[in-house]
C-alpha cells in the first residue's frame, strides 16, 4: 500500500471560498462603525424662559398685558459634548420687541432687527448655556403698535438650532404679545 502525500503550497479553492465567507461581516462592521460613531455627537434642544409681563394702564384699569421671553436656555441632552460652532438662530417680530444679547461665555452675536444668529461654543453632554436676552419691552409703549398687533396673529419668537447630532429637535417657540383686556 502506498501512501499519498500532497504539498502542494497553494490553497484550495475551498479554503478561499471559507475565508471570503467569514471576511464579509468584518467588512460589513468596518464600514458601518463609522456611522455608529456620528451619533455620539451632542443633542441641543433651546427652551425659552423668564417670561416678562407688562400691564398697560390708563389710571386703575388695565388696558393691556404684554408678554415675552428674557433668556434662552441651550442644553446639551447627547452623550458628548456639542460641537463649537453650533448656532442658534433667534428670529421675532422686532417692532413687538428689543433684544440686547451679549456675547458671554464663548457666544458670539451676529445680526439685530428681529433676526439674531448666535454662534456656540461646545457644551459638554448634560449641561446647559443660559443665555440673556437682553429683552425690554419699551417699544411696545405705541398705542397704534398696540391696537393693530392686538387683532391680528399671534406672534411668537423661536430659536432654531443649527450643528448638532439630532437635528429634529432643534426648534423652541415662545409667544410674545398683547392680550387687550
Known sequence: MTEEINTSKGFSRRTVVKGAAWSVPVIAAAVATPLAAASLAGDLTAAFSGPLALNLSLGPIT???VNAVNT???TNAGPAASPVG???????LPSLLTLNIAAVGGVTVAGSDGNFTL???SIAAGDSLVINLGTTLDTLLDLGLLTSLAGGPAQTISA????????GNNTA???????LL
Open 160 to 167: 432654531t438650532l443649527g450643528g448638532d447630532g439630532v437635528p
Open 86 to 92: 453650533a448656532t442658534a438662530n433667534v428670529q421675532y
Open 119 to 121: 454662534t456656540l461654543p
Open 72 to 74: 434662552l436656555t441651550i
Open 173 to 179: 417657540v415662545a409667544p410674545i404679545g398683547i392680550t
Open 63 to 65: 388696558l393691556a398685558t
